[in-house]
């Protein structure tokens, strides 16, 4: 069966760090992958997409980026957090082509100080 | 401008059939409606999705009308632990978007 891990769970970091979350999906080949940020209380915004490896579409202007180094691989990053990056942000996978459900894990809190 | 409209909160009763309605009037052809539950500090997870007209699984059943303008979500003789938010999401087609609803934060009392 598929699976699909996040982490960290939590996260602190100061304002102007770095930020690395990684995903995995694991039982499944070439998924669509998806980054999402829920801010608390709040629906899910899509931050980005990826078809494939090297493939990322971004939905929404930021300071984050994404990446996918691998096919079951999917990373959120930022050079230097903002105070309003904070936020419950999930990872999501589908199999490929459009229209099929996606499967999401367990997400990441992030608190900026 | 494709959008997904649904009410923010509801309550109900235990026991008591629970139809939650989703509207997306810019649905295109070919988009699917998927409706997600999403328990505090957890994933949303799958309900069930659709493409028209009515479908049904073991947790849920989804009712879409012939003009696919909105979908309603039905959840039979609910209980406590289907307190949670739910989430309507239509992938529109012809923009290539992702568009969840904002979200019905469903309030089941004993």
């Known amino acids: 069966s598929q699976t699909i891990h996040q982490w960290p769970a939590t996260l602190v970091q100061p304002v102007g760090s770095p930020l690395s979350l990684e995903c995995t999906v694991e039982?499944?080949?070439?998924?669509?992958l998806y980054w999402y940020r829920q801010a608390a209380g709040r629906g899910l915004q899509l931050l980005f997409y990826?078809?494939?490896?090297?493939?990322i579409s971004s939905e929404v202007p930021q300071n984050l980026s994404a990446s996918r180094p691998q096919d079951r691989q999917f990373i959120l990053s930022s050079k230097k957090l903002l105070l309003s990056d904070s936020g419950f942000y999930l990872c999501?996978?589908?199999?490929?082509?459009?229209?099929?459900?996606?499967?999401f894990g367990d997400g990441t809190r992030l608190s900026i100080l | 401008l494709a959008k997904t409209t649904q009410p923010i909160s509801m309550d109900s009763y235990e026991g008591q059939e629970v139809n939650i309605t989703c509207s997306h009037n810019?649905?295109?052809?070919?988009?699917?409606i998927t409706w997600y539950q999403q328990f505090p500090s957890q994933g949303p997870r799958f309900i069930i999705q659709?493409?028209?007209t009515k479908v049904t699984n073991e947790v849920a059943s989804l009712f879409i009308p012939a003009d696919r303008k909105s979908s309603t979500l039905s959840l039979p003789r609910v209980s406590l632990s289907d307190t949670a938010v739910y989430y309507c999401?239509?992938?529109?087609?012809?923009?290539?978007?992702?568009?969840f609803g904002q979200g019905t934060t469903l309030q089941v009392k004993p």
């Open positions: 999501a996978w589908s199999v490929e082509g459009g229209g099929q459900p996606q499967h």
């Open positions: 039982g499944t080949s070439n998924p669509n």
């Open positions: 990826s078809v494939g490896i090297g493939q």
């Open positions: 810019n649905i295109a052809t070919n988009d699917y």
């Open positions: 659709g493409y028209k």
């Open positions: 999401l239509v992938e529109y087609g012809n923009t290539g978007k992702l568009i």
